[in-house]
C-alpha cells in the first residue's frame, strides 16, 4: 500500500466507500448510505463535527485518572515516541511492530464515525487512521485464530492513573476475529488530520464506531491473536455491567441507567435527548455479524 500524508488527502480520498459517513455527505446533507438511519431522521446537528475542543477535554483515559478532565489534564505527562506494538499469538510473522514502520505502510484516510459512551453520551469525531485489518495482513493472521486481543501501555511514571488500582492495569480489550477484520474498524491514528492527541490514544488507539466507547481501546503496545475470547477490562470489573460484545443497543439497558436515549456533547445540558440507533447507526454494516445471536444474552 502506498503512503499518503494526511494533508495529501483530497475529497475524493475521503469518500471512496459506503461505509463511512464522510465530511461532503455532512456539509450536504446527502447520507443516504451508511448512517442513512440517522441522516433519514436527523437535523443537520445530529451530523455536525463535535469541535477539537469538546473531543479533547471531555472523555475517560483511566490511566490518567477517573475524571472526564483528567486525559487532558495529564495525559502530556506520557512519551510516545518512540513507540512500539508486538504483535503475537497466531500469526505468521510475530514481532516487534515499529509505529512509524506500520504507518509507511499503510493509507491514512479520513472518517468521520459517530462515537457512542456507554454513559450515554455522544459525538461525531473526524479520525485519521487505516484499517485493523490491513495491520493484521501485515503480520499474517493463521487460520486457527478466533479473536484479537488488545493491550494499552502500563507506564505508571507517566501514566499517573496506573498508580491506583482503580482497574486491573494494564487495559486491555478483544474483539471477535470478524469483528476485528471489518472494513469499519478503524486503527486511529489522528484526528482533524492531526496527529493523535495524547489524551485521545496517542500514537495509536482502536475505533469500533458500532460499540460503545470503552471497546475503543488507547495507546495499544500488544496485540495478540487467540483461539480465545479474551478478557476486557470492564468486564473483569463489573461482568454484570459490561459484556465482551458491547454494541450499541437501546434496547439492553445498563443495569444502572437506561441507553435508549443519548445527548451529544456540546449542544448544552438541556439539549434534546435523541434515540438511540442500533448499533450505533451502522446495523446495515454490521448486524449480519450478529445472526442468530441473543443479543440480551451477548450484550
Ligand atoms: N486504555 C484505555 N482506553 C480507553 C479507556 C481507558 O480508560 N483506557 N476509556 C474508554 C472509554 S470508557 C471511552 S468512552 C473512550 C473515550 O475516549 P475518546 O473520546 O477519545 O474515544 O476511550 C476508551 N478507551
Ligand atoms: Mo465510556
Redesign the pocket.
Known amino acids: 500500500m502506498a503512503h499518503r500524508w494526511k494533508n495529501d488527502l483530497t475529497s475524493e480520498d475521503v469518500t471512496p466507500e459506503k461505509y463511512w459517513l464522510t465530511r461532503r455527505q455532512i456539509i450536504t446533507g446527502a447520507t443516504s448510505l451508511g448512517l442513512g438511519a440517522i441522516a433519514g431522521s436527523a437535523f443537520a446537528s445530529d451530523l455536525e463535527l463535535n469541535s477539537w475542543e469538546d473531543?479533547t477535554n471531555?472523555?475517560?483515559?483511566?490511566?490518567f485518572g477517573t475524571d472526564k478532565g483528567d486525559?487532558a489534564r495529564y495525559a502530556g505527562e506520557l512519551v510516545t515516541s518512540p513507540w512500539s506494538i508486538e504483535i503475537g499469538g497466531l500469526v505468521e510473522r510475530p514481532g516487534v511492530y515499529d509505529f512509524q514502520d506500520i504507518m509507511s505502510q499503510m493509507t491514512v484516510e479520513e472518517r468521520i464515525y459517530r462515537?457512542r459512551?456507554?454513559?450515554a453520551w455522544s459525538?461525531v469525531?473526524p479520525w485519521n487512521g487505516f484499517e485493523l485489518a490491513d495491520l493484521l495482513n501485515l503480520a499474517g493472521v493463521q487460520d486457527s485464530a478466533e479473536y484479537v486481543a488488545f493491550e494499552?501501555l502500563y507506564r505508571p511514571e507517566q501514566m499517573r492513573g496506573q498508580r491506583f488500582p482503580t482497574?486491573e492495569w494494564?487495559?486491555v480489550?478483544g474483539l471477535r476475529l470478524d469483528e476485528a477484520m471489518h472494513p469499519l474498524t478503524l486503527m486511529a491514528t489522528g484526528l482533524y488530520d492531526k496527529p493523535m492527541p495524547n489524551?485521545?490514544?496517542a500514537p495509536i488507539?482502536l475505533?469500533v464506531p458500532w460499540k460503545?466507547?470503552?471497546?475503543?481501546?488507547?495507546?495499544i503496545t500488544k496485540i495478540s491473536l487467540t483461539t480465545e475470547q479474551p478478557p476486557t477490562?470492564?468486564n473483569k470489573n463489573q461482568p454484570r455491567e459490561y459484556g465482551f460484545y458491547s454494541n450499541v443497543n437501546p434496547n439492553v439497558d445498563h443495569p444502572r441507567w437506561s441507553q435508549a436515549t443519548e445527548r451529544k456533547v456540546g449542544q448544552g445540558l438541556f439539549a434534546r435527548r435523541k434515540p438511540t440507533l442500533m448499533f450505533n447507526g451502522y446495523e446495515e454494516e454490521v448486524a449480519h455479524l450478529y445472526e442468530g445471536m441473543d443479543l440480551t444474552q451477548y450484550f
Open positions: 473531543i471531555y472523555n475517560n483515559f483511566y490511566e486525559p462515537f459512551c456507554v454513559e459525538m469525531i494499552t482497574i494494564p487495559y480489550e489524551q485521545n490514544g488507539r475505533v460503545y466507547g470503552f471497546k475503543s481501546i488507547k495507546s477490562s470492564w
